[in-house]
């Protein structure tokens, strides 16, 4: 049926009426009716404006309605729409060969997945299969997707409905745990972690673990750049004992960071690499594992006991490879590097101002804002759950028309990476005027 026509309230209520919502109680959620969107914009069937503060789902990097990436959707379509994932094709030649100079180092083979959460689950498959190790540690403030495995592997609350889980997962505190601290000084928070890292490699055997997967930049649980020096000592660490690691640069690949990659900032290699998100800018979906010369090789005289339907869709790969020129032709990289510092500053001008505001951190333009309710830094909601202070901000900001993700008592700031300064800006002053509702609950 062709919803040309509907009213922005039918289009919400036969949705939710017939379809279901991921993470949520049906009757719980009060979906925005979008109809288009162009640039950092989106607006509802009604005509109201939104800034995308969140990129959608960390994942619109080049900004909605992009003609170059839509106009190489088309011609692939009209040439070839689906071949099964056995065949080769002109574009995925194409992609493999661009993201083999893309990547760093030994990392020059390409495994294609539909999403994050399954390249994670066959980057884990393919780390097993090469090392012939079973155990795989993971840390507690992560997030790796919604399939079987990756939701496992998994450290936040998410996790919890979806358990028991596989064996042979160990669990690890990240640096940054959410309610204690490896030491005062960065440096300190580094070495410390990586001496506990050490022990439980020690306690668990080395020898029986395959990988480490993390994420390279903690993304929904905090937006947290690792420690100066973490992410060089920890493959140091893991190179002792024969340990692959796993780099998930689903949301933190691709420029957001200011780099095409975030373990570009260790600087590091890894093993493996997962890729989503920015690949494709979400125009289509598309994951990727990037695997290191010596895991392919392995996989060159072993079979690789993995795939699905639609992997290496044609039409999705025609999309990553128009994403990937946009991304280059428009600076993309550069305008996040550019613009972190001045997210940064309007995130340091807001500290001094609200009171209810305990921190802000960014880097590129991937920042998140912490909230409190006391000068102690009590937050208005404790992990993970949620409080009448933030709903009510999260309905301020879309009345005012920013959109953007809420949790526990932080919010995102994750706008596309196309932004300029005077949009970047924008977004800032409306956050302002919210950030003045909720210094109202601010005790003392």
Known sequence: MSTVGMSAAEIVDKCKQYTM??????????????????????????????????????????????KKIIQAIQRQAEELVYVYAGAATEVRARLGERLARLMPGH??????????????????????????????????????????????????HRRWANEPGPP??????????YNFSFGRTPEEISK??????????????????????????TGTNGVLPPPPGWLQGLKALLEQHDILLICDEVMSGFGRTGKMFAFDHGPIVPDLMTMAKGLTSSYLPLGAVGLSDRVAKHYKKNVFYGGHTYNSHPMCLAAALANLDVIEEEGLVDNARRLEPVMKAEMARLQLKHPSMKAGRAIGLFGMIDLQKDATGTPFAPYPSTSPVMTSLGQFFREQGLFTFLKSSNFTCIPPLCITEAELREGF????????????????
């Open 21 to 66: 919502y991921s993470w949520s109680a049906g009757d719980s959620v009060d979906p925005i009716p979008f109809a288009r969107g162009e640039g950092v914009w989106l607006w509802d069937r009604n005509g109201k404006r939104y800034l995308d503060w969140n990129s959608q789902a960390m994942s619109v990097h080049v900004g909605h309605g992009h």
């Open 192 to 217: 410390n972690n990586l001496d506990y890292l050490a022990e439980i490699i020690a306690t668990e055997g080395g020898h029986t673990i395959a990988a480490m997967l993390i994420e390279t930049i």
């Open 429 to 444: 002053a409306i956050v302002d005027k919210g950030l003045d509702l909720t210094d109202r609950h601010v005790a003392g």
């Open 107 to 156: 990392l020059n083979t390409s495994f294609f997945t539909l999403g994050g959460g399954e390249a994670n689950e066959n980057a884990v498959r393919a780390a097993r299969g090469v090392t012939g190790r079973q155990k795989i540690m993971a840390r507690a403030r992560s997030y790796h997707g919604a399939t079987s495995l990756a939701i496992n592997l998994t450290g936040d």
């Open 168 to 177: 042979g997962i160990v669990r690890v505190l990240d640096p940054y745990p």
